[in-house]
């Protein structure tokens, strides 16, 4: 099972940005999908953005489209948000694990990741996000 250890969280005013850090410390399968969930208080989780491997799309929930950028680099895996809203206070969980699904859109095949949260196998312990206004 894969470690995972968030970073990056913390208060900040609406409008404002902050950048997530997930570090692998151990190997992480290169043909499973990684991301961010975030859960609000009082609510389940949910599908924040999530890498699938190789060159494929990633995902964005639809209220960060815009907003917030997925990346990934040498095992750690960024989430930068901006534009940050007080409805975006959670916690937010880096996951990995996840086999991708294969979706087909006219000749073209691709990968997409699950924005199920079921299908991760590897959780980090999570890191605050708090937006205020």
């Known amino acids: 099972q894969v470690q995972l250890v968030e970073s990056g969280g913390g208060s900040v005013q609406a409008g404002g940005s902050l950048r997530l850090s997930c570090v692998t410390s151990t190997y992480a399968p290169t043909n499973n999908c990684v991301g961010w969930f975030r859960q609000p208080p009082g609510k389940e989780r949910e599908a924040v953005a999530l890498?699938?491997?190789?060159?494929?799309p990633a995902y964005y929930a639809d209220s960060v489209k815009g907003r917030f950028t997925i990346s990934q680099d040498s095992g750690t895996v960024f989430l930068q948000m901006n534009t940050l809203k007080p409805e975006d206070t959670a916690m937010y969980y880096c996951a990995a694990g996840a086999t991708p699904l294969r979706r087909s859109f006219g000749r073209v095949s691709y990968l997409t990741p699950p924005a199920d949260p079921t299908e991760y196998t590897s959780w980090g312990q999570g890191t605050q996000v708090t937006v205020f206004s």
């Open positions: 890498i699938p491997p190789g060159d494929n």
